[in-house]
């Protein structure tokens, strides 16, 4: 049974940094295909950033050059490094795996899912 579980959130002023985690149990991170949405209170979910089993990259022109997406094999853990916040990126971030193709940012592509954490950026 896979389980996502995310955690880092919190709120911060413009121009801050957070870093989220995904601990994964029941699936392997390092050969996953994995990935980071949002989504913001009346939108839909969105893509932010994806990695596949080679550690290739790839992210959103909305956060690119702002955020990283990497894994943490030896904790079987998925991270997202989020750096220079707006008020835009405040939103639920969700952790997402098993996914059916490589590097994409498609809700529908991906099998499983986290909880969900809080990230809010104030200006």
């Known amino acids: 049974q896979v389980q996502l579980v995310e955690s880092g959130g919190g709120s911060v002023q413009a121009g801050g940094s957070l870093r989220l985690s995904c601990s994964a149990s029941?699936?392997?991170?390092?050969?996953?295909?994995m990935a980071w949405f949002r989504q913001a209170p009346g939108k839909e979910r969105e893509g932010v950033a994806a990695?596949?089993?080679?550690?290739?990259?790839y992210y959103d022109d909305s956060v690119k050059g702002r955020f990283t997406i990497f894994k943490d094999n030896t904790k079987n853990t998925l991270a997202l490094e989020m750096n220079s916040l707006k008020p835009e990126d405040t939103a639920m971030y969700y952790c997402?795996?098993?996914?059916?193709?490589?590097?994409?940012?498609?809700?529908?592509?991906?099998?499983?899912w986290g909880q969900g954490t809080q990230v809010t950026v104030s200006s």
């Open positions: 997402a795996a098993g996914g059916r193709l490589a590097l994409s940012l498609r809700r529908r592509d991906y099998t499983y």
């Open positions: 029941g699936y392997t991170v390092s050969s996953g295909w």
């Open positions: 990695i596949d089993s080679d550690s290739y990259t």
